[in-house]
């Protein structure tokens, strides 16, 4: 079995409630990610639960990419 991460996930802001997609990079599972919205990069941190980061004088959340599991048989 091969785990895959996706490369996009769905960031909340959470002043407005606005949600939209942004481009993963460095992504570590569980400890950080940097993610660009809006042509800029947001350093986010795992609390436990989900990703936070501030910018623009806004707070961010996401749960984290989408987890693929590939399941690989004999060749």
Known sequence: ???IFD???M???THNDKVVEAEIDHFKEK???YVFMA???VHMK???RVYVGNAFGMEFTTP???LFVIKEGRK
């Open 1 to 3: 079995m091969k785990e």
């Open 7 to 9: 490369n996009k996930c």
């Open 11 to 13: 960031v909340t802001c």
């Open 31 to 33: 400890d950080s990610m």
């Open 39 to 41: 042509t800029n990069k």
């Open 46 to 48: 795992w609390t436990g």
């Open 64 to 66: 984290g990419p989408e």
